[in-house]
């Protein structure tokens, strides 16, 4: 069974950190394409920033020179680190992951999500 697992969310003043960690299990997440969405109440879910097997990252614009997404293969987890974070930036954030389609094939999916971390920035 494949399971996403965040921690990390919590309460912050703006300008403050926080670093989200999704852990990942049941797979091989070496060879999946992972990356983190969020989400506010009665909005859609929105890609934040994303990562690659062999760790190339992308951001939104709006997390840009903010935000530093990573991953570690060995330990199978990948990590947000959120700087001067900003009230906008309050949102259930979940973990995704993608794996690739021979191992999709075998476990009957595809795509995983995390169940999310709530992350609110006070003002």
């Known amino acids: 069974q494949v399971q996403l697992v965040e921690s990390g969310g919590g309460l912050v003043q703006t300008g403050g950190s926080l670093r989200l960690t999704c852990v990942v299990s049941?797979?091989?997440?070496?060879?999946?394409?992972m990356a983190w969405y969020r989400q506010v109440p009665e909005g859609q879910r929105e890609l934040v920033a994303s990562v690659t097997p062999s760790g190339s990252a992308e951001y939104a614009d709006s997390v840009k020179d903010r935000f530093t997404i990573t991953r570690d293969n060995a330990a199978n987890t990948m990590s947000l680190q959120m700087d001067s974070l900003k009230p906008e930036d309050t949102a259930v954030y979940y973990c995704y992951g993608k794996t690739l389609r021979v191992i999709a094939e075998k476990l009957g999916q595809g795509e995983f999500w995390g169940r999310g971390t709530q992350v609110t920035v006070s003002s």
């Open positions: 049941g797979t091989m997440f070496r060879v999946m394409g």
